[in-house]
């Protein structure tokens, strides 16, 4: 690997979302897959399996809240920066259903010193919106690539 100097800003932020999914155990157990990494951007999807779905039928609210969560997470952290949510909001506006396949795209709205602000939109396969959710989120100690 190359020194953290010699990277590109999109190196930098596929290491540091390599280093952070060989142990994100939620994400791979929920079946996630990480379709775009860049600066401050995720992309990841999930089927809504039976497992996930509640007294409605409709895919729960837990699970969309969660692959929110974990785009919002590679979004952010996306800067060989340890970063961490502090706060998070969900709007849901439409249900999620049995087979779909849920894709939440994470933009970075701000980031300023520790401080960043995410918008991640949710839809489902045909592109129907289901979900907005709002993450901040804080630097900590500690960095994914060697320095």
């Known amino acids: 690997m190359k020194p953290i100097s ?8 596929q290491g540091s979302a390599d280093a952070m999914w060989a142990t994100d155990r939620a994400s791979q157990r929920l079946g ?20 996930m779905t509640n007294g409605h039928e409709n895919a729960h609210g837990g699970y969309i809240f969660t692959l929110a969560d974990s ?3 590679f979004a952010c952290n996306t800067y060989n920066a340890v970063t ?3 706060q998070a909001s969900i709007n849901y506006v439409a ?3 049995l087979g779909d396949v849920l894709t939440a795209t994470a933009r970075e709205a701000s980031r300023s010193g520790r401080s960043g602000v995410y918008d991640v939109n949710i839809t489902n396969q045909d592109g129907q919106q289901v979900a907005h959710f709002r993450g901040l989120s804080r630097a ?4 994914y690539l060697p320095e």
């Open 84 to 86: 961490v949510g502090q």
């Open 71 to 73: 785009a919002f997470a």
């Open 32 to 51: 996630m897959k990480i379709e775009h990494i860049a600066p401050g951007q995720a992309t990841l999807s999930m089927t809504v399996t039976e497992a």
């Open 95 to 97: 249900p999620g259903r």
């Open 140 to 143: 900590v100690k500690g960095t």
């Open 6 to 13: 010699e990277m590109t800003p999109q190196e930098i932020a």
